[in-house]
């Protein structure tokens, strides 16, 4: 074989995604792929991350350690803790004090949660030895980032909860309320920061998840693989939302019961048809009381997909309620045909 040219099973393990989806990008010509004389499918590893990221729509480039220095520059804050013994309260009002930040402000008020929170499972979950934290400010934004050297957070909840691969991981870790230590932690600070700055990234064990609250998106690249896990957010400093109103979102009486999976997140790919895909991102949702499921981005769903969320899944859990968002006119359609018939 050609040198740099893969089949399907070493392509998912460097681009972290499931063989039936890149099977599924090929088919779809999404990513470039040849066949062998025998009928094997190879792939361009280079070909496919630039088509990967090209799809994912990232600004970034795919040059290792790139980060937040491409966007803004070298930071204004640098520095590097052993995780034995740190305590992340401390790490956030160093950072305060050594930029003499205005810890009044909305912004601040909202990284103090951010950067203590993504900094406290550095510490609880990496098992990593040392982080790196870096932040930014100026007049017009903040941004930290945050690095460590310990196992990868995908990794790390793909062995936890006994998943399939490290894309199911950032599956369930976008749902909420998914963690490795449920005694300790309620798995909810990631799902939290993630919309509480504009711009998020997670990126770990070859997979780059970017959530942009500015264009209400959601995307999913490839990373070049390194040890640890490296976390970023950044905010606007004219921000007015207050960390209270994105709690009161998704609470009631001030318990976390609403969550929103965003279902291009479990496919790459448009269509979802058949009730095992319905059964996979509904799985874990029992803990909440209020499942928003958004279809942007959704051209099409089967009729089994439809049955087995809207009809079968709450029936079998009549304390949740799933209520579908953001349809195109065929999505709608086939939900309004699969929805239960209201007795008159």
């Known amino acids: 074989m050609e040198a740099n040219k893969v089949r399907i099973g070493e392509l998912s393990t460097l681009v972290g995604l499931h063989p039936n989806w890149i099977r599924k990008l090929a088919d779809d010509g999404i990513i470039p792929s040849e066949k062998t004389l025998k009928g094997h499918r190879i792939f361009n590893v280079e070909k496919v991350k630039t088509a990967l990221s090209v799809r994912a729509g990232q ?13 803004h520059g070298p930071p204004q804050w640098e520095k590097s803790f052993q995780i034995d013994g740190l305590e992340e309260d401390k790490v956030w009002k160093e950072i305060t004090n050594d930029l003499s930040l205005d810890v009044s402000s909305q912004v601040a008020d909202t990284f103090s949660y951010a950067v203590t929170e993504m900094l406290n499972n550095a510490i609880d979950h990496s098992r990593g030895r040392s982080v790196i934290v870096r932040f930014w400010a100026n007049a017009q934004i903040w941004a930290f980032e945050i690095e460590d050297d310990g196992q990868g957070v995908f990794t790390n909840l793909m062995q936890g909860l006994g998943l399939e691969d490290r894309f199911n991981a950032l599956q369930e870790l976008s749902k909420g309320k998914r963690t490795t230590a449920p005694t300790g932690h309620s798995g909810e600070g990631i799902f939290f920061t993630s919309k509480a700055v504009e711009i998020f990234q997670l990126a770990s064990d070859g997979i780059r998840w970017t959530r942009d609250n500015i264009r209400d998106d959601s995307s999913v690249g490839v990373e070049p693989t390194h040890g640890g896990t490296r976390v970023s957010g950044e905010l606007s400093t004219r921000t007015t939302e207050t960390i209270s109103d994105l709690f009161r979102r998704f609470s009631e009486d001030h318990e976390f019961v609403r969550t929103r999976p965003i279902l291009k997140l479990f496919e790459i790919g448009v269509r979802f048809m058949s009730r095992s895909e319905a059964k996979r991102i509904l799985s874990g949702m029992e803990k909440f009381t209020e499942i928003e499921i958004d279809f942007k981005d959704v051209v099409e769903v089967g009729q089994g997909f439809v ?6 899944w709450p029936e079998t859990h009549p304390d949740q309620k799933v209520i579908p968002l953001n349809m195109n006119e065929a999505v709608e359609f086939m939900v309004k045909r699969g929805l239960p018939k209201q007795e008159s």
Do not use: C, I
């Open 59 to 71: 600004k970034q480039s795919l040059t290792a350690g790139a980060g937040l220095e491409v966007l």
């Open 307 to 312: 049955d087995e969320m809207l009809r079968v």
